[in-house]
Nanobody, 117 residues
């Protein structure tokens, strides 16, 4: 069964750091682009970071300079390293796998990140 499982969320103080993991199984991970999304209560889901199968990464403005997306294809895992966290980063973070046309998007269940004093 195809599956993405996020982990690593938790409660951190502003300025803290956290690393999220998304473990993939049941599909050809290295052929899929991976994306991190987040959704805060009462707000629309937004794209956070993207990484292609060969490791080319891009980020949306709110997290540029603070978040890093990277992948380890040998472990079928994509990561989101977050530093200098802000309260506005509080959200459920989801990973998504995209194999291109002819494939189905694969979503994880999400992991909660809370940034608060």
């Amino acid at each position: 069964q195809v599956q993405l499982v996020e982990s690593g969320g938790g409660l951190v103080q502003p300025g803290g750091s956290l690393r999220l993991s998304c473990a993939a199984s049941g599909f050809a991970f290295s052929n899929y682009a991976m994306t991190w999304y987040r959704q805060a209560p009462g707000k629309a889901r937004e794209l956070v970071a993207f990484i292609s199968g060969d490791g080319s990464a891009d980020y949306r403005d709110p997290v540029k300079g603070r978040f890093t997306i990277y992948r380890d294809n040998s472990k079928n895992t994509v990561y989101l390293q977050m530093i200098n966290l802000k309260p506005e980063d509080t959200a459920v973070y989801y990973c998504m796998a995209d194999g291109g046309r002819g494939t189905s998007l694969i979503w994880g269940q999400g992991t909660q990140v809370t940034v608060s004093s």
